[in-house]
């Protein structure tokens, strides 16, 4: 079956193609009851109005593109729902893909959306190289979750948790809980939020005259439970700062079959406050980032930037996280 057009649309209402445009685009020069008719009799063919056609000539589709990880992670997810409440408000359509941390997959992403005319890009980078190529496309683009090092800065807008800060009041929080042998679980610099939380962690520990002790994981997600109930790194280690809550989830399941107690063995903390977090027993201290808002702060920056031109200077904005102590410290 073809795609009903607007030429139908006109000969069934018997008016002119310009007509049936004026009508659905709710322009001027076309009268109530017309405009009515043709609506019906474009509701009653089953007329879907062609956007790629209609942003060539408006250049505008009122679409975004967001670009995530893994929108599994309950941190991405709401996030994601924080970018919902304003484009949603603002009368945007937001197209999600996932790169399932694929360096390749972001960079077909990006292309895809591109070439859809969307009206700007909210970017959650998997590294900071490949970003730089997107700049090519002059598309408003904010980048969210991480900012790269003071040695890397780039031109475009972020905004991101101060991981550093977050995790420099995590570890600080342990040290004078008492703990000594506290070691840092996670991705190491490769990851681009990674870092941030590496560094806190390590000034942190050097701060306080102790010896940083990293445990390398590939995996941040639940199964980290897998790497907690083999590996021998945990032992003489009286505290673990995870790199996320899904480390740190994974690692107390595992904890607790391997008998080793929390936090009367190890003190355990995660990053980033997820739902599930409040609801374990027991309940996991961890850094919240304010991810909802987050999301919010990104869309804003993007519209934003959308109604404005590319000759402003680059914005970055850094939210607080705070630190909320459970039963597993």
Avoid at 9 to 32: F, M, P, Q, Y
Avoid at 71 to 89: C, D, K, M, R, W
Avoid at 108 to 126: K, M, S, T
Avoid at 156 to 183: C, H, N, Q, W
Wanted: charged share 25%; aromatic share 8%.
């Amino acid at each position: 079956m073809s795609r009903v057009t607007l030429r139908d649309i006109a000969e069934r209402a018997s008016v002119s193609i310009n007509t049936v445009s004026r009508a659905l685009n709710d322009k001027s020069g076309v009268s109530e009851e017309t405009r009515k008719r043709i609506v019906e009799i474009a509701d009653e063919l089953g007329y879907m109005q062609n956007l790629v056609a209609k942003g060539l000539v408006t250049q505008s589709t009122n679409v975004i593109g967001v670009v995530v990880s893994d929108n599994v992670n309950p941190y991405f997810s709401e996030v994601i729902q924080g970018i919902s409440l304003v484009t949603q408000a603002r009368g945007l359509t937001q197209l999600l893909v996932n790169t399932w941390y694929s360096r390749s997959a972001e960079r077909e992403a990006v292309n895809l959306l591109v070439q859809h005319r969307v009206d700007g890009l909210i970017l959650f980078p998997i590294d900071w190289s490949q970003v730089d190529d997107y700049l090519r496309y002059r598309i408003p683009m904010v980048c969210v979750g991480a900012i790269p090092p003071c040695s890397e800065e780039k031109p475009m807008d972020m905004v991101a948790p101060d991981d550093f800060g977050g995790t420099t009041e995590a570890v600080e929080y342990l040290v004078r809980s008492g703990r000594k042998r506290i070691a840092y679980c996670g991705p190491g610099e490769e990851s681009i939020s990674g870092v941030h939380r590496l560094h806190g962690y390590e000034r942190a520990m050097k701060a306080a005259g102790l010896e940083p002790i990293f445990i390398r994981m590939e995996a941040i997600t639940f199964d980290a439970y897998r790497f907690g109930l083999t590996s021998s790194d945990f032992k003489d280690i009286d505290a673990v700062f995870a790199f996320n809550d899904m480390i740190a989830i994974g690692l107390l399941r595992a904890f607790g079959e391997r008998g080793i107690a929390v936090p009367e063995d190890i003190a355990l903390v995660g990053y980033d406050d997820i739902q599930l977090a409040r609801y374990l027993t027991p309940a996991l201290t961890t850094v919240r980032i304010p991810k909802e808002e987050l999301g919010r702060e990104a869309a804003s920056l993007l519209i934003q930037r959308m109604g404005g031109d590319f000759s402003q200077p680059s914005v970055t904005r850094l939210l607080p996280t705070e630190l909320i102590v459970r039963e597993t410290t």
